[in-house]
Every structure is written in C-alpha cells, then in structure tokens.
Nanobody, 121 residues
C-alpha cells in the first residue's frame, strides 16, 4: 500500500512558479506510476501529468512546456514543477498512484487532502 501526502501549494502571481511535492510511503514506490490531478472550482478533476516507473512522462496539452513532473525513487517523492503559471491553473492539486491500460491512466487508492494553488492576475 502507498500513502501519499501533497504539499507545496500557495498563492503566486501570473507568470510565477511553484513546486509541488508528493511524499509517499510504502515499499513499492519505484514500481508505481504516479499522476498529478487538479480540480478547479466548479469543474471536474483533470489529469495534468503522469510519470511511469521508468521515468517516461506525459502531460495534458494545457501545461506542456510549462510543467515538469519528476520522481526520486530514493526519497519516494514525486514533484510537479510549475512555471509560467496562469490564473486558469488555479485549483487543488492531488497526487495519485495508478496504472496505464493502453493510453489511459487509471488511479488507484483514495484521494488525499490535496494542495491549493492560486494564481492571481
């Protein structure tokens, strides 16, 4: 079982940067695929980025070139570096483990408390 705790959110002006971290527990971290989701007020949760056990990353089009997902298997952390932030990036961000079936990512386990990211004009 892998438990995940998100941190690093905050308030930033448009064009700024934030670095989100997801701290994991459990012995199977290095074998897991992880994803970052976000949920903006009044909107459905959206998968933003994923990183596979081998390090291959994927991103939703709206964050490509601005966000970078990475992992440190020794520290059992997954990081989301967010640059050139826009007001539309405002959301609660969640880290989830999961797996791919074909090209689709399926999250596993429960939702954590998330971390709030607010980008002002």
């Amino acid at each position: 079982q892998v438990n995940l705790v998100e941190s690093g959110g905050g308030l930033v002006q448009a064009g700024g940067s934030l670095r989100l971290s997801c701290a994991a527990s459990g012995s199977t971290f290095s074998f897991n695929t992880f994803g970052w989701y976000r949920q903006a007020p009044g909107k459905q949760r959206e998968l933003v980025a994923t990183i596979r056990s081998g390090g291959a990353a994927s991103y939703v089009d709206s964050v490509k070139g601005r966000f970078t997902i990475s992992r440190d298997n020794a520290k059992k952390t997954v990081t989301l570096q967010m640059n050139s932030l826009k007001p539309e990036d405002t959301a609660v961000y969640y880290c989830r483990r999961g797996l791919y079936s074909g090209s689709s990512f399926y999250p596993a386990g429960g939702w954590g408390q998330g971390t709030q990211v607010t980008v002002s004009e």
